[in-house]
């Protein structure tokens, strides 16, 4: 196993190039994607080899429930560093999943209560909430999903542009953009180094919704004026997870690619270009975190059984 084990917890460093080249040079739905994949099998691998490095940690203290083979040489001698790094990956696990359960609750508590909430509403997809605060955002569920809107937020927007939003946010609901942003949050609590995808994936999402709704109203620059008046008077949506109109995050560049042509749908970058070689650095990083955390987990599993008296 050896160093192998260490891999895919710096590896996410391998994306980091094509987290920001993605929003620039790949078409949004491409970008929002690819950044989820490795996003989510970086987190996976480095979790896995934190939970390899936990067992040979919790091997090491007296009175642990695990067998006695478990803590022989032979075990240890397969993480370089045992003493150090098998003990740091006890709390280092914990936290992570810690942290990622109190992300999912978090998000299934704001779906619960949206839900809860729009109940009494009349309506099919579109839920009007009647308060004069501005915000909209989509919230989803098995059925598809409702988008809810405010008559602050409907007030203040043209006939236009109302119908540019509730293409928005339709368009979050058909992609499933929840699960997109779900799976990068959840990979930013696993590990740290992957926090640059998630902001990438979470303004990628957007502008997958902004080329949605100009290509069903028809007018780029319609789209735009929405944007950019909902940025003006909204507030956030009620949890990261939940998609909106008005999400935080760099408006400005979104208001710009919506005035500039629409981007190809089918882009593929030579790999002699920056985003080509930032490409193909990310792929690289994952296949090799992926391979390094099998290699671990087969060598572990097969020293652990030698190991383990019949």
Known sequence: MGVFVFLPLVLPLTAWPIARLAEQHLHPRTATRLLTAVAGVMALCSTLCLA?????????LPGNPLPDGWSDPEVRAAVPYDEVA???A???LLVVCAACLRTLWRHARVRRRGRRALEGLRGGSVAVVA??????????????GRVVVTTGMLSRLAAPERRALFAHERAHLSARHHRHLLVTQLAARANPFLRPLRTSV????ERWADEAAARAVRDRRVVARAIGKAALVSRSTPAPTLAGLAAPGPVPRRV????APAPAAATRPSVFTGVGLALWSAAFGTAVSAMSSANS???MVLILRAATPL
């Open 52 to 60: 390899l490095l936990m067992v040979v940690g919790t091997a090491q």
């Open 86 to 88: 098998g003990k740091a």
């Open 90 to 92: 006890i709390p280092a």
């Open 131 to 144: 308060d004069e605060a501005s915000y909209a955002y989509a919230l989803p569920s098995r059925r598809g």
């Open 202 to 205: 979470a303004f990628a999402a």
């Open 256 to 259: 710009a690619a919506l005035l």
């Open 297 to 299: 987990a087969v060598t």
